[in-house]
């Protein structure tokens, strides 16, 4: 069951591509909404923990309302990807750990974070301009975070942040790579991925060292 969900949501991912590539719209439509609940399903039968299923369904909210052309469905769906990453967030303080490189990726985030937002102000809708803030803040905290369930969560979250950041340079009408959404689509579905990969992984490797130690506490 594993292999098939895995391979459903490659296939998906795979087909929302190439529909992004060759402008069929009907395919993107299709495409888009099967991602994550087909990765949510994934992560259930890898038993995942609830706070992972509950970021994967704000984001499946944000995922839907993003594809309606109306600046309140831009907002609900910012609010729904900004609900999972707060869901990603009290999920990496319960199960992470803090590492040796906390102190140099603070540092890196803060300076992108710093050097892109009064780039991107002027540039931004006068309605959008706290949000985008507030949201970039909140994206920002997250990928830092998931550095603490080890690499794979670590390069996922700084995935979601380039997403985001086409998203918003794309809103800002700063001058976009040839077909933009294709990145976009393809940066967001890599870090879905490697989120969820990251914390099952994780929370394996936990539960491992948990056994062996109950284990050898029981031989003692």
């Known amino acids: 069951m594993r292999r098939i969900l895995a391979g459903a949501f490659a296939a998906a991912v795979a087909g929302d591509l190439v529909s992004l590539l060759v402008g069929w719209d009907l395919g993107h439509t299709l495409c888009k909404p099967l991602l994550l609940p087909l990765l949510a399903a994934y992560a259930v039968v890898r038993g995942a923990p609830r706070l992972l299923i509950a970021a994967l369904f704000f984001g499946w909210c944000g995922d839907v309302l993003l594809m309606f052309d109306a600046d309140a469905a831009f907002l609900a769906g910012m609010g729904g990807f900004a609900a999972g990453h707060v869901c990603y967030l009290v999920l990496f303080a319960r199960y992470g750990r803090r ?6 990726l603070l540092a890196t985030y803060s300076v992108v974070l710093a050097a892109t937002l009064p780039l991107l102000w002027g540039d931004l809708p006068a309605e959008l301009r706290i949000p985008v803030v507030a949201y970039s803040l909140l ?20 995935l979601f ?13 700063w001058p976009q790579l040839p077909r933009p959404d294709f990145w976009i689509m393809l940066t967001y579905a890599a870090a879905q991925a490697l989120l969820v990969r990251g914390v099952l992984t994780g929370l394996d490797a936990q539960k491992a060292q948990a056994t062996a130690y109950r284990e050898s506490r029981a031989t003692v």
């Open 139 to 158: 994206l920002t905290a997250m990928a830092y975070r998931a550095a603490r369930l080890g690499a794979v969560a670590g390069i996922g979250g700084a």
């Open 99 to 104: 590492g040796e490189r906390a102190h140099f």
């Open 161 to 173: 942040l380039l997403s985001d950041t086409l998203i918003a340079t794309g809103i800002a009408d």
